[in-house]
């Protein structure tokens, strides 16, 4: 959805590396990425809590430098 290795996102998804996603703690992240939030479908039970972290840390990649 957030089109290919770098983030940036499509017209319909935002960019992972801006300020407006990196702005959100880990907490929040994994909350969304668990629970599913407006656009985002719901990661619980398709992805273990570990992989949740791991995103987590490579959508922090990602900020801009």
């Given at each position: 959805?957030h089109d290919?290795?770098?983030?940036?996102?499509?017209?319909k998804?935002?960019?992972l590396?801006?300020?407006?996603?990196?702005?959100?703690?880990?907490?929040?992240?994994?909350?969304?990425?668990?629970?599913?939030?407006?656009g985002?479908?719901?990661?619980?039970?398709?992805?273990?809590?570990?992989q949740?972290?791991?995103?987590?840390?490579?959508?922090r990649?990602?900020?801009?430098?």
């Amino acid at each position: 959805c957030h089109d290919g290795v770098d983030g940036k996102g499509d017209t319909k998804t935002p960019d992972l590396s801006s300020d407006n996603v990196q702005k959100y703690t880990d907490a929040e992240l994994t909350d969304i990425i668990t629970n599913g939030n407006g656009g985002v479908p719901a990661y619980k039970g398709k992805l273990t809590g570990k992989q949740i972290k791991q995103l987590v840390a490579y959508m922090r990649s990602l900020k801009k430098k």
